[in-house]
């Protein structure tokens, strides 16, 4: 019986770690060239002053979002990597504003949520100068500090 009970420990553990769904996932780059990377802070003192997307899936969106900011999902099907296929992903750049200086702050689920970071590289490569990136906590620090949701 105990033989049996770590057979079924070990294949539970190779299943386990080799599912992407339940592996970690990297964290995404500290910084990044031509963005701003922003904390919680910055977003609170400029909440209301400055447009704020959310490229979170739209059910995580309805569930709870910073209040006042703007659904833009980020349609995430590339790997998550410094160097991701962006043809392989969907972003509707026409959510964003038109005036390419103004400034705009995009963020998801924190550090290990890629789709921020993709969505920042995304807005620079259109000509976007005032790319704000909350990439350090994300909604989930947002949300825990009790700042403004809907």
């Given amino acids: 019986m105990k033989k049996l009970v ?4 070990a294949v539970l553990f190779v299943v386990a ?5 339940l592996a970690e996932k990297p964290l995404t780059p500290d910084s ?11 977003v609170k003192a400029n ?4 447009k704020v997307f959310d490229v979170r899936m739209k059910a995580e969106y309805v569930e709870s979002h910073i209040a006042g900011a703007i ?3 980020y ?8 160097n991701f296929d962006a043809s392989k992903d969907h972003l509707d750049l026409s959510k964003f504003p038109s005036d390419k ?50």
């Fill in 101 to 150: 200086n103004e400034p705009v702050i995009v963020y998801c689920n924190g550090p290990r949520c890629w789709k921020s970071y993709k969505a920042a590289v995304l807005l620079i490569k259109n000509g976007h100068k005032q790319v704000n990136w909350y990439r350090n906590e994300g909604f989930p620090g947002w949300k825990a500090k009790g700042y403004p949701v809907e």
């Fill in 47 to 50: 909440h209301g002053k400055m």
């Fill in 17 to 21: 770690a080799g599912s992407p769904a």
């Fill in 6 to 9: 770590v057979i079924i420990a």
């Fill in 71 to 73: 659904s833009v999902p």
């Fill in 75 to 82: 349609e995430e099907k590339s790997e998550l990597a410094v």
């Fill in 32 to 42: 990044l060239k031509g963005a701003t990377v922003v904390d919680d802070g910055f």
